[in-house]
């Protein structure tokens, strides 16, 4: 099991959710599974407004994939820069914005803030 917490200002308390490993689920699911309130337009990685701060709560280096659509979506919303994208390609920095309808759940324990 994963540990997925979200953080956001209308909740109280955090959210602290087990998903199965690789399940592939995406943020967007997991938020709407547990009516967060996010407002998220397309569901399509086309309008940006499902863009949440995820933070990997583990220290190790890992690899950090974005998709290209991923990818396009949060330049073209100001989410990210160009300088952060080539950082993300170059370096595997991972970005602090993720599209929660594009992210999907691993192995890796995350902090979501929205
Ligand atoms: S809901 Fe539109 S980009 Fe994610």
Known sequence: M???TFLTPPMRERLVVEVPENSHVTLL?????YNLPKTCICGEGKCGSCAVKVAPMRRSARVVSLNDI???ELLRAGKMSREESESHVLKDIPPRWRLACQYEIADEPVLVAF
């Open 2 to 4: 994963v540990t997925v």
């Open 29 to 33: 699911k997991l938020m709407e599974r």
């Open 70 to 72: 991923e990818r396009r």
